[in-house]
């Protein structure tokens, strides 16, 4: 099946830093969605990309079908940032999850 | 604004009982999902459904049932819970009708303890 693998990891930001998280995934897709999970378990929609730039606020993600990666940009992290960081690509009939980016942001 | 909501944020059941969680949403989307969220595990889809009275199994649906009575309600069963159904619940919806890769979005979450 299909691969997707987001780095880093984990990420430990000081506020107003800027970030990138990379998703990679081994297979065409139809859709990229990015997701944030706050420390509640909601999972808020920040984008969905399936190619090209998008840009909302501080955020903005790039999605280069073609060579099988999207970017998500956070940029003068805030707090209100933290948590986890999902990519989600469609392939066939489901969507399939990478593992996430914890993203920690400090005053 | 889409808004997909689940009956429960919290709940505690004990081994052997029928657990039902509920999930409605508000914008007259034809798919609707229902998937758990484990650590190390990722999120997993466990039962989807494109049509009231529809079905179809994901990835892990054994020990679940579902049901789709309404358009706008998707119901999880756990017929006889067990503790390794303890976990992160999540619901969530997409249009248009049979295009499951459109945009899915999701409900608040249950998390669900099995004692």
């Known amino acids: 099946g299909i691969q997707v693998e987001q780095s880093p990891p984990d990420l430990i930001l000081q506020e107003g830093a800027n970030s990138t998280l990379r998703c990679n995934f081994s297979?065409?897709?139809?859709?990229l969605q990015w997701f944030h999970q706050n420390p509640w378990g909601q999972l808020i929609n920040l984008f969905y990309?399936?190619?090209g730039t998008k840009q909302n606020g501080r955020l903005s993600a790039t999605t280069v079908a073609t060579e099988r990666y999207s970017l998500l940009y956070i940029s003068s992290s805030q707090t209100t940032d933290s948590g986890v960081y999902f990519c989600?690509?469609?392939?066939?009939?489901?969507?399939?999850f990478g593992t996430g980016t914890r993203l920690q942001v400090f005053p | 604004d889409v808004k997909v909501t689940q009956s429960s944020r919290y709940l505690v059941k004990r081994t052997g009982e029928k657990v039902f969680l509920e999930c409605v949403q508000d914008?007259?989307?034809?798919?609707m999902f229902w998937y758990r969220q484990d650590p190390g595990l990722g999120l997993r889809l466990i039962y989807f459904?494109?049509?009231?009275?529809?079905?179809e199994k994901g990835d892990i649906p054994e020990g679940y049932s579902v049901s789709r009575e309404k358009k706008e309600r998707f119901s999880l069963i756990l017929e006889s819970a067990s503790t390794n159904q303890t976990s992160m619940y999540l619901c969530?919806?997409?249009?248009?009708?049979?295009?499951?890769?459109?945009?899915?979005?999701f409900g608040p979450g249950t998390r669900l303890t099995v004692l």
């Open positions: 969530a919806s997409s249009f248009p009708h049979r295009v499951a890769y459109n945009e899915q979005f």
């Open positions: 297979d065409s897709v139809n859709n």
């Open positions: 459904s494109y049509d009231v009275k529809m079905k």
């Open positions: 990309i399936p190619s």
């Open positions: 989600a690509v469609a392939h066939t009939d489901k969507l399939i």
């Open positions: 914008m007259d989307h034809e798919n």
